[in-house]
Structure formats: C-alpha cells, structure tokens
C-alpha cells in the first residue's frame, strides 16, 4: 500500500475497528517505522460519492487541528481507487471501554481534568470554526499518560443513526445535543458543550444524568430523555459538589441560548468554581414543543460573534453580570420554581452509619461464600473473578437437569488456516500452515437450555430451549466451561492468576476452541473442502444470515450440516474462540499457540445480522471481552 504521491509505504498489522462503511487498520509508517491509523471504505462503499465525500471531509477538518488534546490527522492518499485517512496512532483505550470495565475508578480530580481537557480542545477547535457534533466516550481516547485524545472532528452530524446499539456501553445518540438530534440547523459551538455536560457528569457520578429503559431502541430512549428534566435533583452525588451540579445543569440545557456561550467560559466556571443560579427545572418536553412548532425554516439563534470567546466578566460577588440577571429574573418571573439544594447533617450521619453497617454485612457474606467456596473445592481465584462478572441466570418452571454435552470427534491433521483469495480481507492473511492435534467438539451452539444446566433460576420458555444463549461475555463463557465441567466429572481447563486468564490445554473439561480449531472444523476437518461455508457454497443451504434469518437467531441444528456433522458453523450466531485478536503469523506451527495478549477476542463465523461475506469460514471479527451482544454465542471443545 503505497502513498503515489509522496512515495510513502504503510503496512497494515492490525484491524481495529469494522463499521458498516469504514474499516480502520493500525499500520506502521516504513519510512519511520511509526504506527499510524488507516481509515477507508469499505469495498462496497468505495465508490459512493457520499462516503467518499464524508472521508474527506473528515481528514481536511483533522488537518487544520493540532492540540495536545485532539488527535493529529497525518493526511489523505489514494491506492488502487481507495481513499485513505492517515491518523495519529494512540496508545490507549477510549472512554467508552474505560467506562465499561466495572473495576475502574474515576476519582474527583480525574474527572474534572478530563472535563477540564475536553472544554481546552473544543476551545480550540471552535476557535478555528470546527465543530465536532459527536462527541462521545467512544471518540475520547484515555492515553497512558492519562490524558485524552479526541478523534471524531469532521465527521457528518448524524453519523450516530448508524452506531451499532450493541457495541457500545454508552450509544453515541445519548450524547447529542437535542438541536443535532432534531436536525435544528445550524448549529453553533453549544451544541458540543451540552455533549461536555453529559460526559463530565457521566464522568463525576458513574451514571447518566436521566434514567433510561434499556427495553427501547437508542433513538427511543434519546426522546425520552428529552421528556425528562434537564437534571434531576434527587440525582445530585456526594462526588459532585452544588457548584459543578449547576454548571453542567446549564450546559444541559435544552435551549440553546440558556447553556454557555463557548467552551471558555464553562472551562473558567469551572476552574473558579463559580456559584452560578440554578436555571428552574422545566421539562425538556416543554422545551422541545416550543422549538418543534417554529415555522419552517426558523432556527435556534446563534451567539454574537464577538461573544464567542470572551473571559466572563466577575463582578465582586463571583457572578457576571449576565448571570446575575438571568438570577435575578429568575427569581421574579418563577419564585416557585427555585430549587435549593441543601445537605442535611442528621441525614448524612445516618447514611455514614448505614454504609458502615453495609461494608460490615458485605463483609459476613463474603466470608460465608468463601467458606463454601473452599468446601466445594472450587479455586478461590475462579470465583474472585466471578464475583466481579455476575451471571445473569435463567429462571425456568423446573430445575434443567444436568446432561453431558454432546461432543462430535475430530481427528487432527496439518491444514492452511487463513484464506488465499484475493478478494479476502487483510487481516485474513497470510494463510500459513499449523498442526492440529485431534479434539472433540459440540455439533451446535450451546443452547439456552444447556446454558440453565449450570445457571438455573428463571423461567425458560419451551421454544427458547434450542436457541442459542447469547448475550454472555468471553468471561462468563469461561466461567460456564468451568463450571459445567466440575458438574460433568472433569478437570476445568480455566484458571485466574493475577486477573489473566490461563488454559490448560491437557486438563479434561470444556473450553473453548482456538481460533485454528474452529476454521479447521468449519473447513471439514480433515476433508479440507473448499467451501466459502462451512459445508456448501449455496449460503441458504447451511446459515441464517441478514438475508433469510428475518432478524434473528434460530434453534441451533435448523440447517445444513457440514461433513463433521457440525451445524452453525456459519451464521445463526458468531462464536467467541479463546485466542486474542491479532494479525496472522507465519511463524505459529500449532493450533495451541496464539498471541499471548490482547484487547480483543476473536469471534467467527458470522451470525443471523451479518451479510454473505462475513459469514465465510476465514472471516476474522473480533469483541471486547466483557461485550455481550444479541449475536454473540459459543460452542466447547475437549481436548482428546
């Protein structure tokens, strides 16, 4: 992959991250041996004009931008009718990933010096005329230093219509200023300040300024918050102090022209910690019907030019005189309204009290399920890690009782794994020989009721019993090879030591297959067919896939078998694999041996929403560890 125009090589090592338009790669610059990121369409959108257009956009905006706290675009080429954006490589994880690991504190300081970050870089680019309008913890990265990194300027206001609901912690939708949501055009610099208010109070009281029902789509549960107040007061946290509480309450607000007039100014109210008048709770409902029955063509006023940046003006008493206006006025027009926010002693001394009696209770439990633990004989460190990635159990009408799992033999033999098609993606390559040793593996993607064998509780309807369990991470599929192997008589293959995950390959339980174990077993084993899928290349005849799956998953076993007598192996599901996701290595002889760490865990073989290509037998994806998905299942191995 060659830059034509300035005679500049980048070779890709690594796919980050796969979108319905984009890919995005971790290539290394050979001129300076630097990592840098790669973004381009995908083969399909290669020759849209819109994407192409919204590629351009992005990297031209990214090129007028250098801040310590944005990231740094390198450029733009083309290659064989591909359209590249070349990005700064950072070390790190973004927020959204952060948030996501539940062991994760974010103390006070943390947070206001991220928000504080965050409020230095808008600054910035509102200085320039750029707007980001998708600010999200998804495109915040956490650097080693811990500082941030924010990617994302340049990019199409609506471009959240597309997230997947499922990848994120957070969905982007949730962050968006109610004027961009709407389609309000045109937006000004406070539209990215109320994306500030969310995540710094995300940020400072580990939740979302409205409760939300998890049961709605994305778009849905974004309009419901918008019928909600700006901020609940009941919400207010020991971690956030009244000043903070009412200057994200104002950024957050749903009118435009009642939040800060530019990031500067939130930054120097912080940074004072200003005083400022709580601005009444009115509904955001209120709000929007007001906007929503503009006449056509009205839209939200824009702050005087001169305005934008300017140093609040303090009076002696803290306030400018701005704010001590809007007070004043405040406390005139609606004296009712006012919400005074006050701590009461009695109150907090009985909370204290209540939370030491909570931590000498946890205390009690925590030695009685440790006590058992022992006298079970199950490893004190498996269930540390248990206690840490809860298991959502099925109820049912009776208790599933146990059952072996039905295992199909593999016998092991020396095969290709990786695709040498020239159509196939990058990170399918190169296809490199690796040994097999024979294995045992389950015919079908182990289903709702197998997984109630370990997990019992809750009810599981009849017609649930056959679909596959999905909706469970690498961690607590780990946790489920273990237990189910201690039910069946066999040695668990799993073992924590320090956090990480450890497989005895030679123990005699259930585990997960490598990744070389699956595409050998998809490919037919032994029999090595050359099939796309596994077991025909008529799709239809063995995977449900986003052409005839209507939507979602079906009972396992429904379609087509492949020589193995394996069913699934394309579609229905994608299937966690123990390996993390790297590139391909010429240099990796057996199918036990794979990259000793990661980010991210490999999943094959395609489930019910994806398209025919990424439900071919060498399609490499891959998910975060704790990700659950509605996609996202498994199958077991044991080692012979």
């Given at each position: 992959m060659n830059n034509t125009t300035k005679g500049i090589a980048y070779t890709i090592v690594q796919t980050l991250h796969r979108s319905r338009k984009y890919w995005v790669y971790k290539a290394r610059d050979n001129t300076t041996g630097k990592f840098v990121v790669l973004k381009t369409n995908d083969r399909q959108w290669r020759n849209d004009p819109t994407c192409i257009q919204a590629l351009r956009e992005e990297g031209e905006a990214g090129l007028k931008l250098n801040h310590p706290y944005i990231r740094k675009t390198i450029g733009l080429f083309e290659d064989d009718g591909a359209l590249y954006l070349v990005s700064e490589f950072v070390e790190g994880e973004t927020l959204d990933e952060i948030l996501a690991q539940s062991h994760f504190k974010i103390t006070f300081e943390l947070a206001r010096k991220w928000t504080l970050q965050?409020?230095?870089?808008?600054?910035?680019?509102?200085?320039?005329?750029?707007?980001?309008?998708?600010?999200?913890?998804?495109?915040?990265?956490?650097?080693?230093?811990?500082?941030?990194?924010?990617?994302?300027?340049?990019?199409?206001?609506?471009?959240?219509?597309?997230?997947?609901?499922e990848e994120y912690k957070y969905h982007p939708i949730l962050f968006t200023a109610p004027e961009v949501f709407l389609g309000h055009k045109p937006f000004d610099f406070r539209a990215d300040l109320y994306?500030?208010?969310?995540?710094?109070?995300?940020?400072?009281?580990?939740?979302?300024?409205?409760?939300?029902?998890?049961?709605?789509?994305?778009?849905?549960?974004?309009?419901?918050?918008?019928?909600?107040?700006?901020?609940?007061?009941?919400?207010?946290?020991?971690?956030?102090?009244?000043?903070?509480?009412?200057?994200?309450?104002?950024?957050?607000?749903?009118?435009?022209?009642?939040?800060?007039?530019?990031?500067?100014?939130?930054?120097?109210?912080?940074?004072?910690?200003?005083?400022?008048?709580?601005?009444?709770?009115?509904?955001?409902?209120?709000?929007?019907?007001?906007?929503?029955?503009?006449?056509?063509?009205?839209?939200?006023?824009?702050?005087?030019?001169?305005?934008?940046?300017?140093?609040?003006?303090?009076?002696?008493?803290?306030?400018?005189?701005?704010?001590?206006?809007?007070?004043?006025?405040?406390?005139?027009?609606?004296?009712?309204?006012?919400?005074?926010?006050?701590?009461?002693?009695?109150?907090?001394?009985?909370?204290?009290?209540?939370?030491?009696?909570?931590?000498?209770?946890?205390?009690?439990?925590?030695?009685?399920?440790?006590?058992?633990?022992?006298?079970?004989?199950?490893?004190?460190?498996?269930?540390?890690?248990?206690?840490?990635?809860?298991?959502?159990?099925?109820?049912?009408?009776?208790?599933?009782?146990?059952?072996?799992?039905?295992?199909?033999?593999?016998?092991?033999?020396?095969?290709?794994?990786?695709?040498?098609?020239?159509?196939?993606?990058?990170?399918?390559?190169?296809?490199?020989?690796?040994l097999i040793p024979s294995f045992y593996i389950s015919p079908y993607e182990i289903t709702m009721e197998q997984w109630a064998m370990v997990f019992p509780g809750n009810k599981l309807k009849d017609e649930e019993r056959d679909l596959p369990i999905t909706n469970v991470s690498f961690d607590e599929v780990i946790q489920y090879c273990n237990e189910k192997s201690v039910l069946d008589g066999f040695q668990p293959c799993y073992e924590y030591i320090d956090s990480y995950i450890v497989c005895d390959f030679k123990a005699s339980g259930y585990r997960l297959p490598t990744e070389a174990e699956w595409e050998f077993a998809a490919k037919e084993g032994k029999y090595d067919t050359p099939y796309i899928y596994s077991g025909s290349n008529k799709i239809?005849?063995?995977a449900w896939y986003?052409?005839?799956?209507?939507?979602?998953?079906?009972?396992?076993?429904?379609?087509?078998?492949?020589?193995?007598?394996?069913?699934?192996?394309?579609?229905?599901?994608?299937?966690?694999?123990?390996?993390?996701?790297?590139?391909?290595?010429?240099?990796?002889?057996?199918?036990?041996?794979?990259?000793?760490?990661?980010?991210?865990?490999?999943?094959?073989?395609?489930?019910?929403?994806?398209?025919?290509?990424?439900?071919?037998?060498?399609?490499?994806?891959?998910a975060k560890p704790y990700n659950k998905t509605t996609y996202i299942g498994f199958r077991v191995v044991r080692s012979k």
């Open positions: 965050l409020l230095e870089a808008l600054n910035y680019a509102h200085q320039s005329g750029i707007l980001h309008l998708n600010l999200n913890p998804a495109n915040i990265f956490i650097t080693s230093s811990q500082d941030i990194k924010i990617t994302g300027f340049g990019k199409d206001p609506q471009s959240w219509k597309y997230a997947n609901p994306s500030v208010g969310i995540i710094a109070y995300l940020l400072f009281c580990g939740q979302l300024p409205w409760s939300l029902d998890l049961r709605l789509s994305p778009s849905a549960q974004k309009s419901k918050t918008l019928e909600q107040i700006v901020i609940n007061p009941n919400l207010l946290s020991k971690l956030m102090p009244e000043w903070l509480f009412k200057i994200l309450n104002k950024a957050l607000m749903i009118e435009p022209s009642l939040r800060f007039d530019n990031a500067e100014e939130m930054h120097s109210a912080i940074i004072s910690e200003l005083d400022i008048p709580y601005i009444p709770s009115t509904t955001k409902a209120e709000a929007i019907s007001s906007q929503t029955t503009l006449e056509k063509g009205t839209t939200f006023s824009a702050p005087d030019e001169s305005s934008y940046f300017k140093k609040p003006n303090l009076s002696e008493s803290g306030f400018s005189e701005k704010e001590k206006s809007i007070k004043s006025s405040s406390k005139n027009k609606n004296q009712e309204q006012q919400i005074v926010i006050t701590t009461d002693p009695a109150l907090e001394k009985m909370k204290k009290t209540l939370r030491i009696i909570g931590i000498i209770s946890a205390g009690i439990v925590i030695y009685i399920i440790f006590k058992y633990v022992i006298i079970k004989g199950i490893q004190n460190t498996i269930k540390a890690k248990q206690e840490s990635s809860v298991v959502t159990p099925f109820v049912t009408e009776s208790t599933v009782p146990n059952q072996l799992l039905e295992l199909n033999a593999v016998e092991g033999d020396s095969t290709i794994i990786g695709s040498m098609e020239s159509d196939a993606d990058p990170d399918e390559f190169p296809p490199h020989t690796v239809d005849q063995v986003i052409e005839n799956s209507e939507g979602h998953s079906h009972p396992v076993g429904e379609k087509k078998n492949n020589k193995l007598k394996l069913y699934d192996m394309s579609g229905n599901v994608s299937e966690w694999v123990w390996d993390w996701y790297a590139p391909y290595s010429a240099n990796v002889l057996t199918a036990l041996a794979g990259p000793e760490s990661g980010t991210d865990r490999v999943v094959r073989g395609g489930s019910w929403k994806d398209p025919a290509r990424e439900v071919r037998i060498t399609n490499r994806t891959y």
